[in-house]
């Protein structure tokens, strides 16, 4: 006979026996949920809450979606698993939707498990097609947690592992920012010099593989860069026969308001990695596809990559429904749309709040950025205080935010709105609201 747990005992023994991650363990009483559905979820004392952030950004056709769920199921009674070398039904139709998504071009797919796993296969691909080593990245990026990735992450996340992260020849160029320029240009008379510096770092290395771009940085800010930007980088790695990555784990699968954020400037990269949205979070699920050239170069060449779990039928089925509900809901057309409201709406708070900076996005996917000061934008805090566990603003006015039912991801000195693309103009208005109350909590604190 199974135990009934208490909602405190399953609080308890998470945090006891789990790691939470991204934290120190101490004081860490996750909240116990039970439910969600569309936009919201519930906590076993049956409160509600409006996810203003879709979880980890993932959760973009709402949960508990009727098709993702019913096609698990069906799959689940079909073919649980069969090892990746194997044919399969759910192979195939999955393929066949996602050559007519993708950006053109890319046409050869490896599954995996994550979107970390997708880099981790991404950089092997670069370094078996090219014979070279190196991975230029940029800073204020996350591209994954397991050693590869990690070493490619330019936040703090990396510090930890230092220096048994550095893979060999992980190097760092400067980010696209234009709020807060780190090489203190001004757009748009800085001709684009972050990215003109990616081309001095290629002909200043020795044996660079591939560039890696998150096309709108994620979690680091919703860094959208200026229109020049992507294409400039294609005809920087053309040039100097350097493959370009696009880690659309975030930004993939209409949140941009594109299929793929990609497709905003017309730029094909050579290898397109994603997760997430794919399967709206339902299975683990990641994707790494390369052009028609880089498969070719495997006809004749050993593919020295592969996983238990590469292609596992149950975690392809949801992608196969999640796809189908993207299409049926329009959703790429919706994120534009109604993410040009939340924008809207977003920017009317900043008239009104001191603390933000700057508020910035595209499609339904924004940040608002926190400032001390906003004239010199002076941030509250630092990744030194994150890395440290110190109380942060962000985390407060979150928590502010949390108490009152609505859930907003929180990152050093922004917040990461971006939430489920279903969502209705009256809980955009609701979560707007009870996010500027919670901004008093910062108002109060600038200089």
Known sequence: ?????????????????????????KGWAPIHIVDAEDCHFVDAEGKKYLDFSAQLMCVTLGHKNRAVVEQIAEQARKLAYIGPGWATDVRAELSKLLIEVLPQGLEKFFFTTSGTEANEAAFKIAHMVTGRTKIIARYRSYHGSTMGSIAA????????????AMIPGVVFAPEVNCYQCPIRHTYPGCGIACVEYVEHMIENESDVAAVIVEPVVGT???????????????????????????????????????????????????????????????????????????????????????????????ALAPAIASINEMKRLRLA???????????????????????????????????????????????????????????????????????QGVYIQSWVNHFVIAPPLIISREDIDHGVAVLGDALSLADAEVD
Not at 7 to 24: K, M, N
Not at 153 to 164: I, L, N, Y
């Open 1 to 25: 006979m199974t135990e009934i747990l208490t909602s405190s005992e399953v609080s308890e023994l998470t945090a006891r026996y789990t790691y939470g991650t991204w934290r120190r363990q």
């Open 153 to 164: 992450t330019g936040d703090p996340r990396r510090w930890a592992m230092e220096p048994a």
């Open 220 to 314: 680091n800010g919703v860094l959208v860069p200026p229109k020049e930007y992507m294409p400039r980088l294609r005809q920087i790695c053309d040039a100097h026969g350097v493959l370009l990555i696009a880690d659309e784990v975030m930004t993939g699968w209409c949140r941009t308001g594109k299929w793929f954020a990609m497709d905003h400037w017309n730029v094909i990269p050579d290898i397109l990695t994603t997760a997430k949205g794919l399967t709206n979070a339902a299975t683990p699920l990641g994707l790494c596809a390369t052009t028609a050239k880089i498969a070719s170069y495997f006809d004749d060449h050993f593919f020295s990559h592969g996983h238990t779990y590469e292609a596992h039928p149950l």
């Open 333 to 403: 057309e919706r994120a534009t749309e109604v993410g040009a409201y939340l924008g809207q709406k977003l920017r009317e708070l900043q008239p009104r709040h001191r603390s933000i900076g700057e508020v910035r996005g595209l499609g339904m996917f924004w940040a608002v950025e926190l400032v001390r000061n906003r004239a010199t934008k002076a941030p509250f805090n630092s990744y030194a205080d994150k890395i440290a566990s110190k109380p942060l603003m962000v985390d407060r006015i979150a928590a502010r935010a949390l108490s």
